[in-house]
């Protein structure tokens, strides 16, 4: 199993960054791959981005790309989301996950979650 603690959100304007970090227990981390997704008040829980266990590959929504950057730092156990251009429709709660295998992007896809972080961007 794997535990993970979601941080770095607060509050931002318009336009400006934020990283998000997830840090994780356990030694297999390595093999997992990860994700983020955020859920924002009355709305359902939507994908942001994926990287797969060794980093060389990455998955993102369309509504982030070219915004956000997902990266993980193995040695670390860490994964994080460079959030850049923040607009006010990303506030949110941002939790990251984990899969023990991939099997695709969907919420029911991931085995394990963080406790989410709230992002708010104000306009």
């Known amino acids: 199993q794997v535990q993970l603690v979601d941080a770095g959100g607060g509050l931002v304007q318009a336009g400006g960054s934020l990283r998000l970090s997830c840090a994780a227990s356990g030694r297999t981390f390595s093999s997992y791959a990860m994700a983020w997704f955020r859920q924002a008040p009355g709305k359902e829980r939507e994908f942001v981005a994926a990287i797969s266990w060794s980093g060389t590959n990455t998955h993102y929504a369309d509504f982030v790309k070219g915004r956000f950057t997902i990266s993980r730092d193995n040695a670390k156990n860490t994964v994080y989301l460079q959030m850049d251009s923040l607009k006010p429709e990303d506030t949110a709660v941002y939790s990251c996950?984990?899969?023990?295998?991939?099997?695709?992007?969907?919420?029911?896809?991931?085995?394990?979650w963080g406790q989410g972080t709230q992002v708010t961007v104000s306009s």
């Open positions: 996950a984990a899969a023990e295998v991939f099997t695709g992007w969907g919420a029911d896809d991931y085995d394990y």
